[in-house]
């Protein structure tokens, strides 16, 4: 085994998965990233003068390699995430327009009682949702829209509407009408449809991001020898038959094989002048990405929600998330997927909105006294129809070049959990 290390370029969850495996299995690694905090696209962020999360991220109880990471840095998984059975909520001006609760720690067996009991749906509405449920979570032989699937599935205007609609922009963050139907299953069954106990409870952070996993797995790998350059981009790879070096502002440093946890873009910049890699560079130019926008609220401290986690139906906002769950009470996330009118609105027209909304959908709230819109403007890659086909596997065309990032062919969509897989198996292949 060479002496010279693995260089994982990003310290985002995929590349940071990557370097704690690979130094589980006794590799030298180095970590580089542009940015001066870990975490990639899932990080902390100035806020209200509090650290916040630059986006609202909500796990599943079936984001097994989440929790596998956490265990590996000797995280205990509740300092990370406050886990809760299902319980889905839309509400209007009007009030409850559906909601449905799964017995704690439930299967797919728990989905059906959920589905049975709840509120906002007739009973030819439920019927309809159970009569199409194999059909709803049997991935189609070729890739649809998510809409078109439904639609195909038999389920009812008023489930697409309030239940599945708000699930494909906060799994997928992407239009229905464009999103692929083929990862939206897959999410469906590693989740709603599937038999492992808890795998449908929320996961709702018990802390901000940076917090979680980023910070600790920096911790962890410094403790162990691991150089962790933060504030270094990653220029341009140095390969002849194989990869055996990367080039910083700092000079060139010699590496035995390169993970790249990079997005598509970042990705294509550094493989594009590799000739051995213009397949590669084809698929990702293939990428685009989706948008999301959180606006945070400050209220009283003693303000909170019914719930920690609401959906408001017919409104530009469309989740509301209490952030009393991670110790910052009073503040409220306004959650925005997928691009939109609202993108072409500014901060201050956004805020108003968003307020407006929160008003007439929960009139018990008061005013808030500040607020602060967080975009990320490339937040995912869209997953849309024939996305799957484009997503490469870890392993490369030029040998000691291995890929990570939720965007690689994980099987799902832009979730941590892809990340953290994609990380694994990069280490894996190396």
């Not at 909500?58 to 319980?87: H, M, N």
């Not at 802390?207 to 996993?213: E, F, I, M, N, V």
């Not at 140095?238 to 502002?249: G, N, Q």
């Not at 509301?320 to 409220?332: F, K």
Request: proline content about 7%; glycine content about 8%.
């Amino acid at each position: 085994m060479s002496s010279e290390p693995v260089a994982v370029v990003g310290a985002g969850w995929a590349g940071l998965a990557a370097a704690v495996a690979l130094t589980e299995r006794g590799r030298a690694v180095v970590v580089f990233d542009a940015a001066p905090q870990p975490g990639g696209r899932a990080r902390t962020a100035p806020a209200l003068g509090l650290e916040v999360d630059n986006g609202q991220h909500i796990a599943i109880g079936a984001y097994s390699a989440v929790l596998g990471l956490a265990a590996t840095l000797g995280i205990p998984a509740d300092r990370v995430f406050k886990r809760l059975p299902l319980a889905f909520e839309q509400r209007d001006a009007r009030g409850v327009r559906l909601s449905l609760r799964a017995p704690a720690g439930s299967g797919r067996f728990g989905m059906a009682h959920a589905f049975v009991g709840a509120q906002g749906l007739t009973a030819g509405d439920k019927f309809s949702i159970l009569r199409g449920w194999q059909r709803l979570v049997r991935p189609p032989a070729t890739d649809v829209s998510v809409r078109d699937h439904l639609l195909a599935a038999g389920q009812p205007q008023r489930a697409i509407d309030l239940l599945w609609v708000p699930l494909c922009l906060a799994t997928l963050n992407t239009p229905p009408d464009i999103a692929s139907a083929q990862l939206f299953v897959r999410v469906l069954r590693e989740s709603l449809a599937s038999s492992a106990p808890g795998a449908s409870d929320l996961l709702l952070p018990a802390c901000d991001l940076g917090r979680a996993l980023p910070r600790p797995a920096v911790e962890w790998l410094e403790s162990r020898g691991v150089e962790v350059r933060l504030g270094e981009r990653v220029a341009a790879l140095v390969a002849d038959d194989r990869v055996h070096a990367v080039t910083t502002a700092q000079g060139e440093l010699a590496v035995s094989a390169v993970v790249s946890a990079v997005p598509p873009d970042a990705c294509l910049r550094l493989v594009e002048p590799l000739s051995k890699l213009a397949a590669l560079a084809e698929d990702l130019r293939a990428f685009d990405t989706q948008p999301i926008c959180t606006v945070y609220l400050r209220y009283p401290e003693d303000t909170e929600l019914d719930r920690p986690l609401l959906g408001l139906a017919g409104t530009t906002t469309q989740w509301l998330v209490d952030r009393r769950t991670c110790d910052q009470a009073g503040i409220i996330a306004a959650v925005i997927s997928a691009d939109g009118p609202h993108m072409a609105l500014d901060n201050d027209a956004l805020i108003e909105t968003v307020m407006d909304e929160i008003g007439r959908c929960v009139p018990t709230l008061p005013a808030p006294s500040e607020a602060r819109v967080i975009r990320e403007k490339r937040a995912t890659f869209a997953a849309t129809v024939g996305i799957e086909q484009r997503r490469p596997s870890a392993r490369t065309a030029l040998p000691g070049l291995v890929l990570a990032g939720d965007w690689t062919a994980t099987g799902l969509p832009a979730t941590l959990e892809g990340a953290v897989r994609s990380g694994n198996a990069a280490a894996r292949e190396l």
